[in-house]
């Protein structure tokens, strides 16, 4: 069975609860192997058989669990039409796209209004359907970017969550102010007058059901689908205020006053105002958790300049198409992934790799698009565009990450899915027990039982592991450290030993010329010994020898080509060059020349002890030089390998090179552990076996030769990998080759693990604790109770908490 993967945003949760119902009405249908619902990205991960379900049928079951999925409308000029049947045509086309809620095509203004679930499908797609019905679009330029539905819902439901709020204040606060007015006795002859409880009705009665009409409507659709959430605590708490209160009033019509004279309207109206204005500010907090997603979104550039038809012309970025020649100025972006054709330039790729210094490009480079042309101008073919960028595939992978569940996350699942049955069950104990045992009258052990439903805070419990979660997440992508999966991030903070391989990422993984040490009559003819060898190697392929002409050329050198040229298979090449025989290669081709090299034998075994490679170049038959190449060690190595010592960590090196060589490298960076001699094939092995040494490990490398490695390890971190991030092996991909991006990535899971336990503490130490005070538990011994208002505000303020706690790690400095 084939599957596919869809990620929806979802609106109207109002607490993690939602998320639960959602996910299990998403269960419940055929058709679907998997459904995950994140209350704090509010975001669906379903993951269905598309042979049995469509796209808009998920969405479909999503809005019939009571909640939504938001939608974008877009209008297209269309061309081509010439009657309202060609209107119809395309009309037909566009509803029977994927995704499409409705089309209405207009043949008189000739455009076509068209409503889609962005996520399912996208304005291409809509293009495409056009096209392929015979028709065409009308294509813009210039900067518009089309309306964020997603961004656009969640404004909406900011701005009505605002203004019922201020609807709240607005006739809370009077009634607050009068009610201690009337229980200090401040209002004299008036405060026993019954219009002063029909008053406090007509600004309760607001509040009441209009700024808490989202808690109505959220049990009903809670209860609807089987389960009781927060809406159901709240709209209990405060309908039991405000009924008894009404049934006083209604009773004092017929001169009953059974249930007494004091009214609770005050109670109701600032509980329903005090957890909205806690709802709003968690929303626009919960908006700042995602905020690394809308950055990274913001870096894509608008439009993009191609040559088609031999004319250079802008289209707009979402246009280019694969094999397009794109032109880049200084100072623009680079709109998708190339490879450079024509033109040299400095990169900027600081906003998706966190280095800060450019990257020099010419012909053959790659570019990714969303980074900075510096400088001179560039022509490039696009190899990769639309969701096959690179900025596409790390958004695409933060929005994976932000929406997985942590193990960490279990245990607080587990106790929000019975938490609300639990707490209404304590409520009820509590009533029950202060009536009939605590004596106290029905009054006052309601009012127990108020704040109890009132202060009870799901929220809290699951917001504490997503909201960090997505920050860490976020703030990681910010420095080029990319995790696959939250589970990644949170394995990432228990590891204890880290492997690097060798080549490509402690090492350049390329050869360069280390040393030049000159022998005989030619001591002091350094230029010319690396003109003649170098030019000697420009007719070699051997990366050795590419080694030195690279050298000679970043001197400036500009070479020749020798005038004859034979190369001497294992051994190294014989030449001639502007007169002189050139001999360059190892120990056993002098030997076999029969030329004396006790002149530079003690360097030569100098050089070999040290792991480089070690050629000699004689000159007409005389020694002149030995030359040392060396897969040389990445700047940033030693300082990483440093900072991993400091956070506790182990470090393995691991490489298929000789034990003498890769021990001369571990000792330049400061690694204690060599594994050499070993085998590609070999490397997961390698891995298992310190596993089975009771050590969590995590595997370093490039991903090209590593990918057995990598999956073996407990955690994978793929470096860089350049334009390809999403790396199937690797838990963790760098954007970066520098290996300073490791240390950084475990500092980050580190704090955000920290930050996840402070909020699990805090949301279940708050629950815990402040329950039973509600429930009265320190009246008899202190004489202490928590009024309803005050347990209303403690609600509102413990999800805040856990939301503004996890908003601390976009502070968050790996680097120290």
Not at 480 to 501: M, Q, W
Not at 622 to 643: L, Q, Y
């Amino acid at each position: 069975m084939s599957t596919k993967e869809l990620s929806l945003p979802v609106i109207g949760m109002t607490c993690v609860n939602c998320a639960n119902t959602i996910t299990r009405t998403l269960k419940r249908t055929a058709g679907v192997t998997d459904a995950l619902v994140n209350y704090a990205s509010e975001r669906a991960v379903i993951t269905f058989d598309p042979g049995l379900l469509k796209e808009d049928q998920l969405v479909q079951r999503i809005r019939d669990a009571g909640y939504d999925v938001p939608q974008a409308a877009v209008d297209l000029p269309i061309t081509g039409m010439t009657c309202t049947n060609c209107a119809n045509t395309v009309q037909r086309a566009l509803r029977k796209v994927t995704g499409v809620v409705e089309a209405n095509v207009n043949y008189a203004s000739e455009k076509a209004s068209v409503v889609y679930i962005p996520g399912v499908a996208n304005r291409q797609d809509l293009i495409q359907a056009v096209e392929k019905a015979g028709y065409g679009v009308v294509q813009t330029t210039g900067d518009e970017a089309l309306e964020d539905a997603e961004a656009a819902a969640r404004e909406a439901e900011i701005a009505d969550q605002t203004r019922k709020f201020w609807v709240g204040v607005t006739f809370a606060a009077p009634l607050f102010l009068f009610s201690m007015a009337r229980d200090l006795n401040l209002l004299g002859m008036w405060a026993h007058g019954e219009w002063v409880h029909w008053l406090m009705l007509a600004l309760a009665t607001p509040v009441q059901f209009y700024v808490g009409g989202d808690y109505y409507r959220g049990g009903w659709k809670s209860i609807r689908n089987g389960s009781a959430n927060m809406d159901v605590l709240v709209a209990m708490g405060s309908s039991a205020a405000y009924f008894y209160s009404l049934a006083i009033l209604i009773g004092s019509l017929f001169g009953w006053h059974g249930l007494g004279d004091h009214v609770y309207f005050e109670t109701a109206a600032v509980i329903i105002t005090l957890i909205k204005l806690g709802k709003l500010l968690e929303a626009r907090a919960k908006g700042r958790t995602s905020a690394a997603i809308k950055a990274l979104m913001g870096l894509r550039a608008r439009t993009a300049h191609v040559v088609r038809d031999g004319q250079e012309i802008e289209i707009l970025v979402e246009q280019v198409r694969s094999g397009d020649y794109v032109i880049v100025r200084p100072g623009e972006k680079i709109p998708v992934d190339g490879i450079v054709v024509e033109g040299r330039s400095a990169v900027d790729e600081s906003m998706l790799t966190g280095e800060s210094l450019p990257v020099d490009k010419k012909p053959g480079d790659l570019v990714i698009g969303a980074t900075l042309n510096s400088q001179g101008m560039l022509k490039f073919e696009a190899t990769k565009v639309g969701r096959e960028t690179a900025l596409a595939q790390i958004v695409r992978l933060v929005q994976e990450a932000q929406g997985s569940k942590a193990p960490i996350q279990r245990l607080a699942d587990q106790v929000s899915a019975i938490f609300v049955p639990v707490v209404l069950a304590i409520a009820a104990l509590t009533f029950l027990g202060w009536y009939f045992v605590g004596q106290v009258g029905f009054t006052q052990a309601l009012v127990y039982m108020i704040a109890v439903l009132v202060i009870a805070c799901p929220c809290a419990l699951g917001l504490a592991t997503p909201t960090a979660i997505m920050v860490g997440a976020g703030k990681g992508a910010e420095s080029g450290i990319l995790f696959r999966s939250s589970e990644a991030l949170e394995r990432s903070h228990k590891l204890t030993t880290v492997v690097l391989d060798k080549t490509g990422t402690i090492t350049h993984g390329k050869p360069a010329m280390t040393d030049l040490v000159l022998a005989g009559p030619y001591q002091d003819s350094r230029a010319e010994v690396l003109f003649l060898v170098a030019s000697a190697e420009k007719g070699s392929e051997h990366p050795l020898g590419q080694a030195i002409v690279r050298a000679a050329e970043a001197e400036g050198m500009r070479l020749v080509s020798p005038d004859r040229f034979e190369a001497l298979a294992g051994m190294g090449v014989r030449a001639s060059v502007q007169g002189k025989a050139i001999l360059v290669g190892n120990v056993r081709l002098f030997e076999q020349e029969k030329i004396d090299i006790s002149e530079i034998a003690a360097t030569v075994t100098q050089l070999q002890a040290a792991g480089k490679t070690a050629m000699l170049a004689a000159l007409d038959g005389r020694p002149a030089a030995v030359f040392a190449v060396a897969d040389t060690v990445k700047e940033g190595s030693a300082p990483a390998i440093a900072r991993m010592h400091e956070l506790g960590l182990q470090v393995v090196m691991i490489t298929g090179d000789n034990r003498r060589t890769a021990e001369a490298v571990a000792r330049q960076v400061g690694i204690e552990r060599v594994l050499a001699e070993v085998l590609p094939g070999d490397k997961a092995a390698q891995v298992k076996a310190l596993q089975q040494e009771g050590r969590l490990v995590a595997m370093v490398g490039d991903g090209i030769n590593d990918a057995p490695a990598l999956a073996q390890a407990d955690v994978g971190i793929a470096i860089g990998t350049g334009a390809d991030v999403a790396m199937e092996t690797a838990g963790v991909t760098l954007m970066s080759g520098d290996l300073r991006g490791v240390p950084r990535a475990l500092a980050l899971s580190r704090g955000t693990m920290r930050v996840i336990k402070q909020n699990l503490f805090w949301a279940f130490f708050y629950n815990v604790i402040l329950i039973p005070v509600a429930a009265g538990a320190l009246y008899p011994l202190f004489g202490l109770r928590l009024h309803p208002v005050l347990a209303a505000g403690a609600m509102a303020f413990s999800s805040i908490f856990v939301v503004t706690n996890s908003l601390r790690l976009k502070a968050f400095d790996a680097r120290q």
